[in-house]
């Protein structure tokens, strides 16, 4: 069974590119509960960080574009949530480099709330905004 399964609570655009991403994070986090789970999790950890940085920067750009596109109102206040994702990133890659032996548990933790609390909280809130101005839309058709 897998540390951390996707549920439809953390559906953004139905299986469109945001999803997907997210999809490919619960991927990630699973991997690393897999290595850590067997001992081996400092072993990815410097692989994982520079992947999960990466694709990290390039999936909120693009959440980012995509909520100002569609006038989501709390942008500005989403954002400082993603800057704060990745700076602990950064120090999580930072402290692994000076050696510390607990970054495998620190990063598993992060991404498991990261999913947890940001996906099924700030990234719902852009969802309900989307319903309801298909809903709006909807109502001025009819």
């Known amino acids: 069974m897998a540390y951390f399964e996707w549920a439809s609570d953390m559906v953004i655009d139905h299986d469109g590119p945001i999803d997907q991403d997210h999809r490919r994070l619960v991927d ?5 509960h897999d290595a850590t789970s067997q001992g081996s999790g400092q072993e990815i950890v410097a ?4 992947e999960l940085l ?4 390039e999936h909120l750009a693009h959440e980012e574009r995509f909520m100002a596109s569609v006038g989501f109102p709390e942008s500005e206040a989403h954002r400082k949530g993603h800057d704060h ?3 602990e990133l950064v120090r999580l ?5 000076g050696g510390s032996p607990t970054v495998a548990t620190r990063l598993s933790q992060l991404l498991r709330d ?5 996906i099924r909280r700030n990234d719902k809130e852009v969802r309900l ?3 309801k101005q298909r809903r709006l839309k909807a109502l001025k058709k009819s």
């Open 114 to 118: 990261w999913l947890s609390l940001h």
């Open 93 to 97: 890659k930072e402290l692994y480099e």
């Open 47 to 50: 692989g994982l960080l520079e």
């Open 85 to 87: 994702f990745v700076a």
């Open 129 to 131: 905004f989307l319903d």
């Open 28 to 32: 990630q986090v699973n991997r690393l």
């Open 54 to 57: 990466a694709d990290t920067k």
